[in-house]
Structures are given as C-alpha cells and as structure tokens.
C-alpha cells in the first residue's frame, strides 16, 4: 500500500478521535449521572444493602417477694444465631455448628423448620451458649460467616428448687405458639414463661425487644455494630412484687423430707397473700433457662414421683378429717347443733346406720363429746351424727357454696377445681344409684365422693382464721383481692370452731406432739383413706401470737405420709414458726415442735400450760 | 538520565501514561483485597500484579529493540501459532478462578496463559501485514473478505471458548483496521449490519423498520455497489434475523441472563442482575469524592464481584468517586488519542496499521469494560487494560506497547 496522503490521514484520525470520544464522553456522562446527579439514592441503598436491624431481646421483669427480695432476677447469657440466607446456606452453617454445639439431627429439622416459617427473622439456634461454646464459636468465626453471637439477658432463680412450681419456668417460643392469639407481636427465638408465675404474667414480663442496627457484608456475615445509626433500645419487662416469702420458701423446701411427696400451702390470714406454695418432689426452674437438657427433661418426666406436677394447686385428695371443720361450719351456720350440745349416741368406737355399722377411727370410742371435743379428738361418730342432722341435700347445698366444687381462682395458669358432688344426682351420673342418707355419713367425716387440692383447704382455713370470709388466694401482692364467700358464722360460733382447732395442738390432742414455744398454734390433723396404697397424710394449721389474731394458715399434705400427726403435723408446724419468729424477729432455731425438745432432751415449760 | 529514560520510553507521552496507569491499577488491586473477610488469593493478588508488572517491563524494553523487519516477517506465522494455540485450547484449555466453565486456559508446567491475548496481537499484525501488502485501498466488499475471514477465524475459536469479551475485542481490531486501510464507512456500516440486525431482531417492528432502513440504504447507493454485493448484504440481514432465536437458545442460561438484566436488571436482582446493582451502588455511593482510597464499604463487605478483575472499576468508582473516574477516563482518553497520533505520523502503512488495530482492541475493552459497571454495555467478562489483575494480559499490553512504539519511531 502506497503511503497516505497527510490529509488524508488526518481526516481518518479525526474519525478515529471523534469515535473514541463519543465512546469516553458517553462513559463520562455516566459516570456523572450515577455519582453526581444519583448518587444520594445509591448512597442510600448501600447503607441498606449492609445494615441490618436485629432484635435486642428485652430482660424479663424482676420478680420480688413481699420483703422485696429477688426471686428471679437476669444474669447476661450468650445466644447463637443464624442470619437469614438461603435454606441451603441455612443447612450447611447448622451442620457445621453441630458438633460445636452438639445439637441433634432432629433439632436441625426442627429449626429449619422454624426457619421456612420466618425467613427474614435471624434464627436462634442456642440461646443459651456456655462461655466455652462462644469461645469456640469466636475462634471459627472465618469458618462460620452466617453465625451471630449476642449477648442476651437469662433468666436466674437464685432460690432454685425453693421456687419451681411457683415460678413455672421460662422457654423458647414454640411453633404451635407463635400461632396462638396470646402470642401476636412475638418473634422466633422469644423466651415465654410456660408455667407458673412466669406464664400468668408473661405480659408484664416480658417487656418490648428493641433493636439494634448491624453492618453485615454480602454474605451475611454481622461485621460489627454500626455507629451511625442508633438503634431502639429493649424496654424491660415491669417487675412484678409477690405475696411469696422467698425465705420461707426456702425453709420449707429444705425442712420438707426429700423422700416424700406432697404439697404445702402458706396463706397470710391478713389479705388471702399466698406466703408460700411448694411442692414436693420440686424442680429447679433454672434447668429450663436456654432450652432444657432432653436427658434432663426425661427424667423429669418419666419419673414416677412426678417432679413437674404442682400438688398444691392440681392434686386433689380425699379432704378426710380436716374436712369436719365444714361439716361442723355448715351445722352451726345451719343452726342444728350448739357448741355445748352432745350427740344422742355417744361414742363407743361406731354407730349403727341402717343395717351397717359405721366405726369410729378411735376403736375404744370417745364418749360423750362437746363440738370442741369433737374436733379435739376428730370424732367420726359425733361427726356422723351431724351430718345425719344436716341432711345430704343440705350439706351438698352448702359445701358447694363454700366452694368445694370449684376452682380458687388463683392466680396461676393451671388449677383443679375440688370433686364435690353438686347435688344427689352426681350418684345416679357416677354410679347409677340413688343416694340413700347413708351417704352423708361419709362425706361428714371428709370421706366419700370428695376430692379437695391443698389450696382449697388452705382457703378454707383460712376463712376460720379470718371473720368467716376468704378471699381467693392470689400471688399477685397488689392485684384486686375478691371476698370469694363466706362462712355466714357469727364471731362466737368460729371461736368454738377455733377452740377446738386449739385443743387437737393440747395435751391429748392429736397433734400435741408439734405445738409451739412461742405461738398459738391451731390445727386438724388427717388421714385422707387412699383406696390405691398407703393414706395421704393431712394438718391444716393456723397460727398466730399468744391472744391476738391469726397471722398464717398453712396447709400440709404428705401423699402416703400415713399419720398426720406424726408427718404433716410437725412440718406444717415448723413452717408457720419459721414465719412467725421472722415476722417477730425471734432467733430461727431448728428445734421447734414439742416432739423435737424431747428429742434433743430439751426443757418445754411452756408445753404444760 | 532525562534523555536516557525518555530514549528506554521511545515515546514519552504514550508510554508515561500507560506506566501511570499501570501503577494505579496495582494500587487498586491491593485496595481491592483490603476487605472484612480477606481472601488470601485476594489479598496478595497487588504482588503478582507488581511482579508480572516487572516481566512487562522487560519484555517492553526487549520488544521495542526488536528489528522491524523480525516483526513484519514473524506477523503470520505468528498469527498461524495463535490460531492453532486457540484451537487447542478448546480441547486442553482450563478454566480460572470464577470462570470455571471458560476455557480460555492453557497450563504448561504450572504456568497458565490465555492464548487469546497473544491471538489479539498476532491478528492485529498480520491483518497489518495483509492489507499493507495491497496496492490499493479496499474499494468493494470483495476487498475485505480477506481481512474478514482472517479476523473471523480467531473470533470464531474465541467465542467458542466461549469468551464473548475478547471476541468483541477481535470485532474492534477489524472494524479500526479496515477504517485505518481506507475502507469506505459505508462498507463497514454494511459490514456491522448483520449484527445489528442480530440485536434487533428481538423485537419483530423494530427488526422489520431496520430491514426496510437497510434496503434503502442499499437502494441510495446502487451505483457504488455491485448487484452481488447488494443482495449479499440484504440475505446476511435477513440469514441474522432469521437465526437469532435459535442463536438465544444456544447460548448458555448464564448468559442470557446478562443480556435480559442489562436490559433490566431488576429481573433477577439475586442472580444475574446482582453483579450489575452491587457495581451501580458502590460506583453510586462513592459520590464525587468517593470513600477514600481502600474504605468502600460495598467492596470491604464483600458485596462487588471480581472486583480485582473484570469490576475494578467499581472499586476506583467507590473509593476515588466521580473526580477519580472522570480523571482515569481522561488519562485512558489521552492514551488512546495519542495511538492515533502515532499512527498518524506513522512512517509506513504496515506501522499506522498495527498501530490502529492496537488502538481499536484497547477502545473495546475500555468502553465495554467501564461501560458494563454503569449498565451501559451487558456485562461481558472482559478485563480493563493495565489496571485490572491478570498476568497474561498486562504482558501482551505492554507488548502491544512496545510494538506501538518501536513502528512509530522507525523512521
């Protein structure tokens, strides 16, 4: 090829200049348009692109008993979560944590599962990590871009098994509940109370999470807090002040025999204030914080003495002797017996009913008995006498009244309401028989078609330890406090009922044995008759300074504890003079019942009077 | 010193550019491995760059002593060696890093090369070489049925690697060429029309009005086409839109996703459309001052792909803004522009011609490179000269430098 004219050049290299500067000028204008003229909204998607709010979990509200102490108060705790990603990326992250945390296949389902159903919450994998687990985690955190760990407040018990059926015990949301209306506003990973005091007041609880905003990259990967942007800071749950006293919890739980089971009920005679509520075999609460052990959980609930069963306010037992106070309650209110009044049959170890011979427990009889004595000595035949007096249809018209039939309306969850038959029909539904008044003499010693929880004795004591009246037992200290009924009993009538009470605690009185130095100890013992082994044991007590009111009714049940007096008596007894001696800032001293001066060969003047 | 450093340049402004540049893109390769989660493949890539930068040197300063008349003799058998190299590499070709599925690699010994990069170069030079050797300029398109079908082969093996980029690169090194040797620019225009016609034929109207353009295109020149030619162009319109959808349904589902997303890249902002959002919103978010040079937090975050190769200017946009990609277009502009002049004052037709093809795959890679971060060009893999990592290609731009400067100073 020849060589080029230089015009001719020159007009090509114009050509070739005015392309390549359409092709740079068209780059430049945009450039221009998206870092100058757009550049505030990509700004703006950048931040959103690697911000990201997460939820900052709201410590649970404190919970106080009376004095104010703490029974549940939050300690910090490590929680492990997922980011949210691909179900895939999901997957593979929770498989690699598996032998860090030690998390089974069929949690791994679980909480994929959990995933599909929010997949834009981050997912709580462990909310409960051990500082060697987030050690571990913080070392692999190359190796585990999706993982995040956050400090979360936990739920402490400081009292542990002391509390357990009171409290109930705190969890991680479940599916089926983040269904449920109650649960509305609630996220994946939420910590709820599931029993107890912890799911009654959940609301108040559990106060508002907050939210906290995180820079993460492409990947997902929580690369730090950011600075620039403020998050909403959680709003703890209210606290919430008990009728509780958690020492006398405490002392119960450890006064209480480790091998027996049964349940124990404290009231305050002042407002109806549940003092105390415990149950035996209890459960620490704390093994439910962060998600239970399976191995734990188990052996919770195949054990046979059933640990997670809350006797005071779901078991239900034949009322037996302490009962007779209602039978005595219903004849005087009815006005069929005075208090000096004696039954036409004295006591010879029985009566004879129609064609059957009904005994008394006492086999050498009692004689001839005051109502006073009556309930001093747990006379069956006097008691039969007054039931044959009050009539079935009357003493099933007025226990129901009282409220044997019902639930308390205590302030927890779950309660059984008492069995008491409603009226003469319950015999024809059950059995299909017509009631003859043969049945009255059962139901008036607390036998019968009667099953009574420990806190519906525990009320009704405690309406012989007030005016008449209970007001529903509650835990709540400043809740609303309903007079739930009455004994309709003039002051003088529940004097003789309490002068009984009085005298089963004097010498001869069946409980004689528990009576106290420094308080004026009233009570019932009883053997509730268990057709399935040996008898539950009763005492409901009241107690109180020498010649003033009553301050605390406690109720004792010992499931086959056999001997009220010997079983529940002492424990009931020990329990209300742990409360008094406090309340009356006495020295706590383990020897307190009559039995046990003896034992440990220790004077009791004060046992003559 | 002075002198002697600008007799090493040969040419001073070209080559003081391009070291500038050079130099730049190492400094943003090793800012593109300062992230959060730090790759260690990413993060030393600043060293292999400074080292293959130090073998680029040297070859430049062998390359332009080389003699011209070596380089005349040696343009087709190279162009030969290129050729069968590229053929081979689809048997024996690997592929690298995030493209697995390209084989445009061949490894001797543990040391991998991308052949089309030499391929590029060879092209260019024995494209040169042919159309210097004509004693005329191509007045028909008989005329460049040669030139084309030299280009075509090289492209053909490239885009069956497949590796659209540096086949777009093969299609400028023709187009400039055949400018520079004097072909008519109706000729060219009626040579790029099938393609047009290719990209239009998605839509039938606007096809159908292109076609209609096209025939009275044809029409208004009749005197200077022959018959032959006329229709020849008519039936390659029609051949184009005609294969277009069985040509869609060949292509892979990945790349077809580039093209639907650079329509719109809302479609599949997850998949495809994510390289192309996460390069707008780090580019974007840089502002005119950009973050500051290795402080992008779309980078740091890990949310720009490639971005030590085909996205590193996403990088250069977030971190040095609107001021520092207005200013690397400029120096690329002043490059370019300076190649033309060269070749202007080129003293023969062969080195004007190299000189032109160097310029036209350099223009290719620049616009469509930069060009594909913004969404004004698909998204191609096709790196930016000088600045973006990667071994083989800144050697043969530093050996396309040499050649530029060694046929431009002969006299």
Redesign the interface.
Known sequence: ????HPT???R??Q???A???I??G???V???R???L??E???L??ES??LRPLPVPAPRGTIFDREGKIIADNVPGYSVSLLPAPTDSIRRSLQDLQPILGITEERIEELLQVYRLRPTDPLLVESDASFETVSALSERR?QL?EVFLEMRPKRRYQAGAAVGHAMGYVGEITAEELEQPRFVGYEQGAIVGKEGIERQYETLLQGTQGTRIV?????G?V?GSFRGQTGKPATPGSPIHLTLDLALMEWIHRIFPDSMRGAVVALDVQDGGVLALYSSPSYDPNLFVGGIAPEIWSDLTSDEARPLYNRTTLGRYPPASPWKLATAAIGLQLGVVTPEERMPVPCRGGIQFGNRFFRCWQPRGHGSLSLADAIRHSCDVYFYQLGLRIGLSRLLEEGNRIGFGRQCGIDLPQESGGIFPEDTGFWEERWGYRPTEAEVLSLAIGQGPNSQTPLRMAQFYLALARNGSAPAPHLLRDGAVAEAWSLNLDPGSLEVLREGLRRVVRPGGTAYMSSLEHWDLLGKTGTGENPHGRDHAWFAAIAGPWNEDPEIVVVVLVEFGESGSRTAAPIAAKTADYFLRLRYGIPIDTVQTLREHYMVGRPAPWAAR | MTRLVARWMGDPPLVSGLLLLSLLGIAVIYSAGVV??PSPVVSSAWQRQLIWFAIALAAFTAVSRVPLRWLEWASLPSYVVAVILLAATLVVGTGRGTAQGVKSWISVGGFGFQPAEVAKLATILALARI???????PRNLRDVLAPVALVCLPLGLVVLQPDLGTALAFVGILF?VL????TP?LFLVLLASPGLGLILSFNTWLWSAYMLAMVGLVYLHRYRLYLVESLSVIIANLAAGTVALPLWRSLATYQRNRLLVFLDPGVDPRGAGWHLI?S?????????TGKGFTLG??K????LPEQHTDFIFSVI?EEL??LG??LL?LG??LV??RL??L??RAP??FA?LVL?GI?GAW?VH??VN??MT???VPITGIPLPLVSYGGTFLLMTWVAAALAVRLAGED
């Open positions: 090829m020849k060589r080029q001719v050049l020159r090509r290299a050509g070739a200049t392309v390549m500067a092709l740079l068209l780059l430049l945009a450039f221009f998206i870092q100058v757009r550049s909204t990509w700004r998607q950048s692109n690697r190359m871009p820079e993460v990259d492409a990947l990967r690369v | 959060n989660v159309l210097a050797a004509r004693s005329e300029e400039t400018y520079w040797a004097g620019v996460q707008k919103v780090a580019i974007g978010s840089g502002g005119i937090t779309q740091r975050l890990a949310f946009g803004g609107f990609t207005s277009l690329f502009g370019l522009f033309i002049r070749a202007e023969d037709p004007g032109l310029f223009v620049i616009f930069i060009g913004v969404g004004l």
